[in-house]
């Protein structure tokens, strides 16, 4: 199995974004592309009339006032002001070269992104990204365009095969300040990475970056990063480069495996949840279009 997807399987995609069908009031059956747009329209927008309520409609836009002196539901409503940007800031370290279930890290990652850039580029927005983590090719920035330029560069950059020997480099927060200098302010920045890491240090870049744009976090996840499996003697790369060799049939060092996984997804948790960032893992084992309607509905659905 190949660690990078297909061309034609990223093109794919755009297709099962529009077939998704139209946003419905039953979260269930809401569409990517209906919950995408309900979710990061907060911003840009001019205020245009107040009408009738109608089944569908986002009750969070409810015009009370007007709702309490006539007793039948009305809410407001709004007009695009401007294009938005939206970049996605795909992981492409050698640690996603990994999955045991489903598929690779770096394919999934790849359709998550696929997937959103889609959906972004149906909606009229302004699609680009950012490749960090190779260290053969360094940190790549598409700026974002409307014509689906910078997209298509994206995709195909996205399948290109990435260097797997040299050791990790962890430049996370080197990627995020790039993607806040290099992106005007307002957009929506979704970060696609492998998040099984030290975040501590990420607090401060990302409390700046969420001053001047929308951020969503995706960590991509691999069954065997939380439970590591009983397979005996293993030898495992580390992200220096280093060899260790686990016993795996080991019960002790099983559990403090699980315990120290939990500690950093407690901790990453801990830190969206102080800066107001939408989390929404996405699993190698896991139907990705599916998994990002889940999250974005776990998220941002009705209250």
Known sequence: MSLYPHIDDLLELRHQAHTLGLASHHLVNSSFSGLYASVFRGTGLDFEEVREYREGDDIRNMEWNVTARTNVPHLKTFS???????VLCVDRGPHMSFGTRGTFKSIQAAKAAALLGWAASRLHDRVGGMLFGDTEQGMQYFRPTKDRRALWRLLHALTQEGDTQQPSVDCLSEALQQADRGTATGALIFVIADMNREILGLEQT????????????LPVDDPADQTLPEMGRV?????????IEIDTS???????????????????????????????????????HLALTHGLARHFGRR
């Open 80 to 86: 695009e002001e401007r294009e938005r940007s939206v």
């Open 206 to 217: 990302l409390g700046r970056l969420c001053q001047h744009h929308t951020l969503v976090l």
């Open 235 to 243: 030898t495992f790369v580390g992200p220096d480069g280093k060899t």
């Open 250 to 288: 080991n019960r002790q060092a099983r559990e403090r495996y699980r315990e120290a996984w939990q500690e950093r997804r407690q901790l990453l948790i801990s830190l969206t949840n102080r800066l107001g960032i939408p989390l929404m893992p996405v699993a190698t084992n896991e139907e990705i």
